[in-house]
Nanobody
């Protein structure tokens, strides 16, 4: 069973910043796409950002210009830098690794990180 280990969630005021990290086994990290989903209370899971093997990135419209996804293949870690946070960003955030993080055909989830943005 593959484990993705997340860290970095917490409580922050509106306008603040947080960085989420997610590490995965090196044998599969560099050959797979990575992404971050979030799920707010009472809502479905939403793809926030993704990064391909070649480091091409995509973002949900709601976070463009505020969030940045990056990957460090040497450290087997993917990051989500979140700036200018808003109360509506409050959610549980999950990293995802797979051949296509958008399709969810295969892959693995992190354990989730709670992000709370106070107004």
């Amino acid at each position: 069973q593959v484990q993705l280990v997340e860290s970095g969630g917490g409580l922050v005021q509106s306008g603040g910043s947080l960085r989420l990290s997610c590490s995965a086994p090196g044998t599969i990290f560099s050959i797979n796409e990575l992404g971050w989903y979030r799920q707010a209370p009472g809502k479905g899971r939403e793809l926030v950002a993704s990064i391909s093997v070649g480091a091409n990135t995509n973002y949900a419209d709601s976070v463009k210009g505020r969030f940045t996804i990056s990957r460090d293949n040497a450290k087997n870690t993917v990051y989500l830098q979140m700036n200018s946070l808003k109360p509506e960003d409050t959610a549980d955030y999950y990293c995802r690794l797979g051949t296509s993080v958008a399709s969810l055909k295969d892959g693995y989830w992190g354990q989730g990180s709670q992000v709370t943005v106070s107004s």
